[in-house]
């Protein structure tokens, strides 16, 4: 696991609360998994299925997941290259995903199937999304 490495690749720091997390539990499961985000007045119940790896060689692999104009050329398209103002780190099991939005650290929730507008706020910090994950 390098973080440091990637930090550097991506000319981003990811705060401290998320750093310790993942010196403990990279590509870890947590255990209760979910929380809401909020588009516009609408509460959506979500799910955090994992954490991505650091590992570059993993499939679910951090490095893989955040580069948006290889794998990701429609999302680039569609939200006028918006969503390269975000870092993803986790992912849910409907293949959308959960990041930093690099403006403002706060943490958003990507939904792959609303190319350009499907960006739900989250929390403001890690620590404020990890402490609302819940078993239901």
Known sequence: MSLTEYEEKIGYKFPEDFKECIKQNNYGYPENKF??????????????????????DDITSIWNYNNWRERFSDWVKYSNGEIENYVVFAGDAFGNLIGYDKRNNGIVFIDHEQLGSGVEKISDSFTELMNSLKSK
């Open 35 to 56: 929380f809401y985000s909020w588009k516009g007045k609408c509460k959506r119940k979500r799910v955090f299925n994992y954490l991505f790896s650091f590992n570059k």
